[in-house]
């Protein structure tokens, strides 16, 4: 049985993983056969958003493996003892986390750098040609990992497609019931809910990048 990590960033999708998405991927893992271990860093982060009201919640901190447990109810470990020779591949969740905690995309834009323990995770399964699938903003993570021409996708937003090619990425456009693959890299990305309108169009790039990335596995 394949075995595929999934990299968390928190929990809620304003500053941790998208919740949605994380148990889409999780699902479509396990109804296409495979299994998953959940990790996340053990760091602080960013900030806390108060998702009821979409403001900012002064004065708390959280910390992204404790929240990420939340929806790996509980099975989830240090992103630093995530052994890639254990593992068939790797796929990221979106979320404001993977450009919050997991980077720091959402403030420095194509000047962003990965948290140092998410690089040399994601690298491991680079250099060692393991597939590994993006969603949604965590795709703007791409070009830190893979260096220059990876082709990869966000989905159509204009700016956000415009800061991961000035960081070397191949965008290309992508509708959300779709996938873009980069073969050679063994490379998956789907825009989800950075054009989805509800759960089930999320689901149908999800799970179509699942079905990819284990084929590639």
């Known amino acids: 049985m394949k075995k595929i990590a999934v990299i968390l960033s928190g929990c809620g999708v304003f500053d941790g993983s998208e919740i949605h998405e994380a148990v889409l991927t999780m699902l479509a893992i396990t109804q ?11 760091i602080d982060q960013h ?9 900012e ?12 447990a939340r929806i790996a109810r509980g099975e989830v470990a240090d992103i630093k003892t995530l052994a ?4 068939d591949a790797v796929i990221l969740p979106g979320g404001f986390g993977a450009a919050k905690n997991l980077s720091d995309f959402a ?4 000047k962003c750098q990965l948290q140092a ?7 491991a399964f680079a250099k060692a040609n393991k597939a590994a699938g993006y969603i949604c ?17 966000i989905g159509t937003d204009k700016d956000t497609a415009a800061a991961v ?53």
């Open 32 to 42: 296409q056969g495979a299994q998953y271990s959940c990790f996340a860093p053990d």
């Open 47 to 55: 900030h806390v958003i108060n998702h009821l009201t979409g403001e």
């Open 57 to 68: 919640s002064q004065g708390e901190t959280r910390n992204v493996l404790v929240e990420s």
């Open 84 to 87: 890639v020779d254990e593992f």
């Open 107 to 110: 403030f420095s834009g194509d």
């Open 117 to 123: 323990d998410v690089l040399t995770a994601c690298q």
């Open 137 to 153: 903003i965590a795709p703007a993570m791409i070009p830190l990992v893979y260096g220059k021409g990876a082709k990869m996708t």
């Open 165 to 217: 090619t000035a960081m070397g990425a191949e965008h290309l456009n992508c509708p959300v019931d779709e996938i873009v693959i980069d073969k050679e890299l063994k490379l998956v990305s789907t825009p989800a809910y950075m054009l989805a309108g509800n759960m089930a169009e999320a689901a149908s790039g999800i799970n179509l990048l699942v079905k990819e990335v284990l084929a590639m596995a």
